[in-house]
């Protein structure tokens, strides 16, 4: 398998036009880095210390972009399966007959309220209600807290990048400092790349940590509008359920009333 990537990979990297783009893409970068005032230049003559904050700051960001992506795709389709069943059990009317597939929140609280009223078809009415309430419950509460996995990482970005991206700028411009008391000159022009070097990492962790607040929050409205709709879904399923078996055991009373009367 590893063998038939590599050589994927390279019959893909060996084409013309692949070969042109990354040449392409290396005189980009060596000609960037002989800007020293260009953001590749000043990552390229920053101190590792401050290098290592970047790269964190960067790899966070590209995380936060794909875990708000990803969650936005996840929850819009898990909100359409759920419209779609909670429709479906409401025009039905009754779980009698209902054949559900998959470990959707919906289909998995259909399923859980037959098994629990076939298993106490001998019980009380009470009972197999209490249970079953208990067990869409649950349910509930975990698809509300898979819905929210994930979201931490905005959180966490949100609240830490602009520390992080100031440690880097403390530690570049206190390097700044060391190289005025080195060279013994305060021209600019000599400290200026220093300074300029340090300050790109805080713009780095404002870049990481704008979205990801502004990204929890959009999230975080999304699940309680699911956390909402999964409410709504548990009450149907109770509620069609307790229709059931009060009809079911209207219907069985009804033999016993008509032998009572005559």
Known sequence: MNRLWYAASASIFATPAAAQSMESLSDWLAEAGQDHMSPVGMYLAADIVVKGVMVTLFVASVLVWAVFIAKLLSLGA?????????????ERGTLEGVRVKGRAPMNFMIRTAQEERDRSARGSVDGTKERTENALSRIETGAARKAS???ALLAITGSSAPFIGLFGTVWGIMNSFISIAETNTTNLAVVAPGIAEALLATAIGLVAAIPAVIFYNLLARSISGY????????????RTLSRDLDLAKSHARAPIIAAAAE
């Open 149 to 151: 996995a994930g979201t």
């Open 78 to 90: 898990a909100k359409a399966r759920l419209r779609r069943g909670y429709r479906n059990l409401d």
């Open 227 to 238: 956390r909402v709709m999964l409410g709504d879904a548990s009450a149907l399923v109770y």
